[in-house]
């Protein structure tokens, strides 16, 4: 199937999500109206709720409350985080193009979840641990954006480097937990 299961217990969000991309376009080509389709991977930054159930918040939640982080099978699975001011931009320069077809916007730094949760336990300085726990039934192993597309219609690139933006998640989140 690619990364994706289109029949696995996940099978119902992936194919949501396709069957939005196929409704827009058919709405732009029979009605002629300007519509835009992003796809948007793994955002992070200031502002996310702090158990809003994605890993960048788990795990920031995890290490400063002293807690073990929960990496889900062996790690080895990847992702990557796009910082929330890079996706605000290229949503912007794709509203403001003349461009209708789906355009990818995420950073293609991949890191696996092991290292990405080693990051967090280095860049907060605490003495959390790793906890590993069964992995998800068809839980994708790679989420890695390819963002041609974003390169040559929009000259969209990430622009925020992975650790500065999780230092500045990181505050954010130290400042909620202490108000």
């Not at 960048?56 to 073990?68: D, T």
């Not at 794709?94 to 092991?114: C, D, Q, W, Y």
């Amino acid at each position: 199937w690619g990364n994706v299961n289109p029949i696995g217990p996940r099978g119902v969000y992936d194919e949501a999500k396709r069957f939005a991309e196929a409704m827009t376009m058919a709405y732009h080509r029979y009605h002629r109206i300007d519509t835009k389709i992003v796809r948007i991977f793994n955002t992070y930054g200031p502002r996310m709720r702090l158990r809003d159930g994605r890993v960048v918040p788990a795990f920031i939640g995890q290490a400063l409350s002293g807690q073990p982080l929960s990496v889900f099978g062996d790690g080895s699975q990847t992702r990557s985080f796009c910082y929330v001011s890079d996706l605000i931009d290229g949503i912007f320069r794709l509203a403001m193009s003349n461009f209708h077809e789906p355009v990818n916007l995420g950073n293609p730094r991949e890191m696996t979840i092991k290292q990405f949760a080693d990051e967090i336990i280095r860049i907060t300085g605490t003495k959390s641990t790793i906890e590993y726990r069964p992995l998800p039934v068809d839980d994708p192993k790679v989420r890695q954006p390819d963002i041609t597309r974003a390169k040559d219609v929009l000259g969209w690139e990430p622009r925020v480097g992975f650790e500065e933006g999780i230092k500045k998640t990181i505050e954010y989140f130290k400042e909620s937990l202490n108000r």
